[in-house]
């Protein structure tokens, strides 16, 4: 099975601090994903990367960035927190596209963060 | 700009009662139609892919259908533990290399004992 893990479950952070999100996955996947979810908004791509040192941006890319140094991690920061970042942020990741063998994304159990 | 509509945003039902989640969807060619379960404070749980039009994947009680425009996901006698958040996304062909999934705000099912 796929496994993702997030480095932390819950987070509360102050307004202005930088905040770094890890994700680790142990599938050799190529592909891996931020996102973050908030109530009636759904699950909006914030920066994704396809290879290690590669990155691209997403949907809602304003106020983080990103690194990805080897290829089992991904990390999401956030340069200066600011209390509308307060979200669930969901790691994904997937391996070479392609059917049969499908191009779902598997996902990390989220971390809640609260910016105060 | 690619789209996903779910409904309804909330479902009750006793348990045993069979019903069926629907996902509308527009997209500029489509290159798959995912469904996931998400239970409270957790991370999706990946269900089913579907790739083309008549296309149909079942597990348990859960049975997911697809047509050019729309996905159900019929619930057959559910149980109380089928109870929790189904999503919807679908990636665009034109996003291949891309990997952009679009999500649905997903269905919030509540299976009455």
């Known amino acids: 099975d796929v496994k993702v893990t997030q480095s932390s479950r819950y987070l509360v952070k102050r307004t202005g601090e930088k905040v770094f999100l890890e994700c680790v996955q142990d599938?050799?996947?190529?592909?891996m994903f931020w996102y973050r979810q908030d109530p009636g908004l759904g699950l909006r791509l914030i920066y994704f990367s396809y290879d290690v040192k590669m990155k691209e941006k997403g949907d809602i890319p304003e106020g983080y960035s990103v690194s990805r140094e080897k290829k089992e991690r991904f990390s999401l920061i956030l340069e200066s927190a600011s209390t509308n970042q307060t979200s669930m942020y969901l790691c994904?990741?997937?391996?070479?596209?392609?059917?049969?063998?499908?191009?779902?994304?598997?996902f990390g159990p989220g971390t809640r963060l609260t910016v105060l | 700009e690619d789209q996903v509509t779910q409904s309804p945003e909330a479902l009750r039902l006793q348990e045993g009662e069979s019903s069926s989640l629907n996902c509308s969807y527009t997209?500029?060619?489509?290159?798959?139609l995912f469904w996931y379960r998400q239970d409270p404070g957790k991370g999706p749980e990946f269900l089913f892919t579907?790739?083309?039009a008549g296309e149909e994947k079942e597990k348990e009680r859960l049975k997911a259908t697809l047509t050019k425009k729309e996905s159900f996901l019929h619930i057959t006698a559910p149980k109380p533990e089928d109870s929790a958040t189904y999503l919807c996304a679908v990636q665009a062909a034109s996003n291949f290399g891309n990997e952009k999934l679009t999500f649905g705000t997903g269905t919030r099912l509540t299976i009455i004992p």
């Open positions: 579907l790739y083309s």
């Open positions: 997209v500029s060619g489509l290159r798959g």
């Open positions: 599938m050799d996947h190529e592909n």
């Open positions: 994904a990741s997937r391996g070479t596209s392609g059917r049969p063998r499908g191009n779902e994304q598997f």
